[in-house]
């Protein structure tokens, strides 16, 4: 005879399980093994988890990656961020031609795709996992050859050994784009991406408006971001025929599974890096934030100067004088910067004018780059492009100097191209005849 506890117990479990669909979990999605909404692929030590969801206050449903060990749900990725679905009836499975596809239960309607083509022979051979890393892989069960993976295409989060750039082989470009609102993970209006023409250089858009720059990578850190360093994190950069792109991963002597990082775009125009604490994520960087951050705050020439904002807000180059409050000139017109005793003038904690413009000669010494510039009469200032083992490479510019500020200390030093006049005013460390 039944134990009427027992009986009792049993239907609760039932009913539990009637009113709970997240109560299974898959490791692998195959041909023969869909995820259905409701369940959740995990990575091998459960840091990950993708599966359906709401974001904020939304009722629609998003196929998404999310943190699985912090107690605020965190996407860090989403498949259809501008194609929700409308209720509980998403599938995510392999279709026969080998792709990732979320469809609805009865399968007439789409929704997203990985959309990679496939030989006929492999297209019953996929498998998407999920790695601890954050990476939704799609791999082929026999040879374990990725042939498609989340992080070649990102969405507002950048996690570690997540590369932001282009691979110049494919023509993928990787960047960050903003959600449209804590509800809508939906293309926004801000992108964070890298520039890669002349030195290439991270930088935040709003459309195709650019807001700030956050430069190039100089060794320890980014040109304009000079008071970031991280005993956390190890940054990559590499720039060359086959990549530019740039990558941060965790020191492994300081791996901790409880430290959980992200760098987003938020859809106010921020990018933020934060760590979660406990109970929280507390933030520890954003930008742009001063008034020196904005794209162009100076015209042409000039530079920003944030402890100089009350009186006059934009300082010129030595060299040149105002020509209104924002843009300078040429002190003196005509005279010749060519063969006729100029030099260089040394100007400290400088963010780098905009290096899309700039020339790069990573075969240069600093040395060598001031005579480089010299001997072109165009050439109106040089810098290192790496702070590393006392300088690496030679940056040199043409025409006008844009977007550069000051810090209070950190920075690069910046040589701008003076006449003699101009030169002879400038004494000791400051300046030098060449």
């Given at each position: 005879?039944?134990?009427?506890?027992?009986?009792?117990?049993?239907?609760?479990?039932?009913?539990?399980?009637?009113?709970?669909?997240?109560?299974?979990?898959?490791?692998?999605?195959?041909?023969?093994?869909?995820?259905?909404?409701?369940?959740?692929?995990?990575?091998?030590?459960?840091?990950?988890?993708?599966?359906?969801?709401?974001?904020?206050?939304?009722?629609?449903?998003?196929?998404?990656?999310?943190?699985?060990?912090?107690?605020?749900?965190?996407?860090?990725?989403?498949?259809?961020?501008?194609?929700?679905?409308?209720?509980?009836?998403?599938?995510?499975?392999?279709?026969?031609?080998?792709?990732?596809?979320?469809?609805?239960?009865?399968?007439?309607?789409?929704?997203?795709?990985?959309?990679?083509?496939?030989?006929?022979?492999?297209?019953?051979?996929?498998?998407?996992?999920?790695?601890?890393?954050?990476?939704?892989?799609?791999?082929?069960?026999?040879?374990?050859?990725?042939?498609?993976?989340?992080?070649?295409?990102?969405?507002?989060?950048?996690?570690?050994?997540?590369?932001?750039?282009?691979?110049?082989?494919?023509?993928?470009?990787?960047?960050?784009?903003?959600?449209?609102?804590?509800?809508?993970?939906?293309?926004?209006?801000?992108?964070?991406?890298?520039?890669?023409?002349?030195?290439?250089?991270?930088?935040?858009?709003?459309?195709?408006?650019?807001?700030?720059?956050?430069?190039?990578?100089?060794?320890?850190?980014?040109?304009?971001?000079?008071?970031?360093?991280?005993?956390?994190?190890?940054?990559?950069?590499?720039?060359?025929?086959?990549?530019?792109?740039?990558?941060?991963?965790?020191?492994?002597?300081?791996?901790?599974?409880?430290?959980?990082?992200?760098?987003?775009?938020?859809?106010?125009?921020?990018?933020?890096?934060?760590?979660?604490?406990?109970?929280?994520?507390?933030?520890?960087?954003?930008?742009?934030?001063?008034?020196?951050?904005?794209?162009?705050?100076?015209?042409?020439?000039?530079?920003?100067?944030?402890?100089?904002?009350?009186?006059?807000?934009?300082?010129?180059?030595?060299?040149?004088?105002?020509?209104?409050?924002?843009?300078?000139?040429?002190?003196?017109?005509?005279?010749?910067?060519?063969?006729?005793?100029?030099?260089?003038?040394?100007?400290?904690?400088?963010?780098?004018?905009?290096?899309?413009?700039?020339?790069?000669?990573?075969?240069?010494?600093?040395?060598?780059?001031?005579?480089?510039?010299?001997?072109?009469?165009?050439?109106?200032?040089?810098?290192?492009?790496?702070?590393?083992?006392?300088?690496?490479?030679?940056?040199?510019?043409?025409?006008?100097?844009?977007?550069?500020?000051?810090?209070?200390?950190?920075?690069?030093?910046?040589?701008?191209?003076?006449?003699?006049?101009?030169?002879?005013?400038?004494?000791?460390e400051l300046g030098k005849r060449c």
């Amino acid at each position: 005879m039944m134990n009427p506890a027992k009986g009792n117990t049993s239907l609760l479990l039932l009913s539990l399980l009637l009113l709970c669909p997240i109560c299974t979990s898959l490791d692998t999605i195959t041909p023969d093994q869909p995820l259905k909404d409701g369940q959740l692929l995990l990575s091998n030590q459960k840091t990950f988890a993708l599966g359906f969801f709401n974001p904020g206050s939304s009722r629609h449903r998003y196929v998404g990656i999310w943190y699985n060990q912090i107690a605020e749900k965190t996407a860090v990725w989403v498949a259809n961020r501008n194609d929700p679905l409308n209720d509980t009836s998403g599938v995510l499975s392999i279709n026969g031609e080998g792709n990732l596809e979320l469809h609805t239960q009865n399968q007439t309607n789409v929704i997203w795709s990985t959309n990679v083509s496939f030989s006929v022979s492999s297209t019953n051979n996929s498998m998407a996992k999920l790695s601890d890393m954050g990476n939704l892989v799609l791999v082929q069960q026999d040879n374990q050859r990725v042939t498609w993976q989340s992080f070649d295409y990102p969405t507002n989060t950048l996690l570690p050994f997540m590369k932001l750039g282009l691979d110049r082989q494919t023509g993928l470009n990787r960047f960050l784009t903003s959600w449209k609102s804590k509800d809508d993970p939906g293309i926004g209006n801000y992108s964070y991406q890298m520039v890669p023409t002349g030195y290439p250089q991270l930088c935040l858009y709003m459309g195709r408006t650019l807001l700030w720059r956050a430069g190039s990578w100089i060794g320890p850190r980014s040109n304009g971001v000079p008071n970031v360093t991280s005993k956390l994190y190890n940054v990559s950069f590499v720039n060359n025929q086959d990549e530019t792109t740039i990558m941060y991963s965790i020191f492994s002597n300081s791996a901790d599974p409880k430290v959980f990082p992200k760098t987003i775009v938020d859809e106010s125009g921020i990018v933020q890096r934060s760590l979660w604490q406990e109970t929280r994520w507390v933030e520890y960087w954003s930008a742009p934030q001063a008034l020196c951050d904005k794209y162009l705050n100076c015209g042409p020439n000039s530079y920003c100067d944030p402890h100089n904002e009350v009186n006059f807000e934009c300082k010129c180059f030595p060299g040149f004088e105002p020509k209104s409050s924002r843009d300078c000139m040429r002190e003196k017109q005509g005279v010749s910067m060519c063969n006729n005793g100029e030099g260089f003038v040394k100007l400290a904690n400088m963010k780098l004018p905009d290096t899309s413009i700039a020339h790069a000669d990573m075969s240069l010494s600093m040395q060598e780059c001031e005579q480089k510039c010299l001997r072109n009469c165009s050439c109106m200032a040089y810098a290192s492009a790496n702070e590393s083992e006392g300088g690496i490479g030679c940056l040199t510019w043409q025409g006008d100097l844009v977007d550069a500020r000051t810090y209070p200390d950190l920075g690069q030093d910046l040589y701008i191209r003076v006449d003699a006049v101009v030169l002879g005013h400038w004494s000791g460390e400051l300046g030098k005849r060449c």
